[in-house]
């Protein structure tokens, strides 16, 4: 079937959306990814940090940690705007693919998969939910559960493109339930698409854990500076 699929559909690179032999991101768009470096906060993911940043230490996320492989730039975020915003959720496995590899202790550790829960006003507007095709795309790989509801968005927020730190905590404040029946005594991974401040992600996480999640780590395909 997958053959066939080819032969009338050929696999097009998710960044420049070339036709290419096999299916993911082709050389030249790897070529312009950028690897988080090693020196980064080890519970947010931000880079040049030095063991923790300066807010992980002044007020610790809900999450334990955040997995992100890559710096949001390049082909990278070119398709991470067309997964999200041009009609592309077959974009999901190429960029599962991409987080796969840093989020494989992730996937070992966690009891349940979660996505990190978009607005209903938003998702009838986008047509599908990004981060659960993202969250179903990783988890097949690990056989783990995957709960598209256990999370759920129940104030729609403002965007968070362009706000500050304090901008995006206090716009986020309470926007997130959870379903204790779901994640009760879970360690869930909470999948999202990039990662920024971590407010959403924290945010998120405080639900989930006030729910009764034992503990909650954040998997994305990038973090932004």
Same mark, same amino acid.
Do not use: W, Y
């Given at each position: 079937m997958g053959a066939l699929l080819d032969l009338f559909f050929p696999p097009r690179c998710p960044g420049c959306?070339?036709?290419?032999?096999?299916?993911?991101? %082709?050389?030249? %768009?790897?070529e312009t990814f950028t690897e988080l470096p090693g020196q980064r906060c080890r519970r947010c993911s931000e880079p040049e940090a030095d063991g923790l940043c300066a807010h992980c230490r002044q007020s610790p996320p809900a999450f334990e940690a955040v997995a992100a492989p890559f710096l949001y730039?390049?082909?990278?975020?070119?398709?991470?705007?067309r997964f999200k915003y041009e009609d592309a959720p077959h974009y999901a496995a190429d960029l599962a693919a991409?987080?796969?590899?840093?989020?494989?202790?992730?996937?070992?550790w966690c009891t349940l998969v979660a996505p990190i829960a978009l607005h209903p006003k938003r998702l009838r507007e986008r047509g599908y939910d990004q981060a659960l095709l993202l969250a179903?795309?990783?988890? =097949? &790989?690990?056989? =783990?559960? &995957?709960?598209?509801?256990?999370?759920?968005?129940?104030?729609?927020?403002?965007?968070? &493109?362009?706000?500050?730190?304090?901008?995006?905590?206090?716009?986020?404040?309470?926007?997130?339930?959870?379903?204790?029946?779901?994640?009760?005594?879970?360690?869930?991974?909470?999948?999202d698409d990039v990662v920024t401040t971590g407010a959403t992600a924290h945010e998120a996480a405080l639900a989930l854990r006030n729910a009764g999640a034992e503990a909650v780590r954040v998997v994305a395909l990038a973090r932004a500076g």
């Open positions: 959306r070339q036709l290419q032999p096999r299916p993911g991101f %082709c050389r030249p %768009c790897r730039g390049g082909a990278l975020a070119e398709a991470v705007h991409v987080a796969g590899g840093a989020a494989a202790f992730e996937l070992q179903r795309a990783l988890a =097949k &790989v690990s056989g =783990k559960p &995957v709960a598209a509801r256990a999370l759920r968005r129940i104030r729609e927020t403002a965007p968070q &493109v362009g706000q500050d730190r304090a901008a995006r905590a206090s716009n986020l404040a309470g926007a997130f339930a959870a379903d204790p029946g779901q994640v009760r005594g879970q360690r869930v991974l909470l999948v």
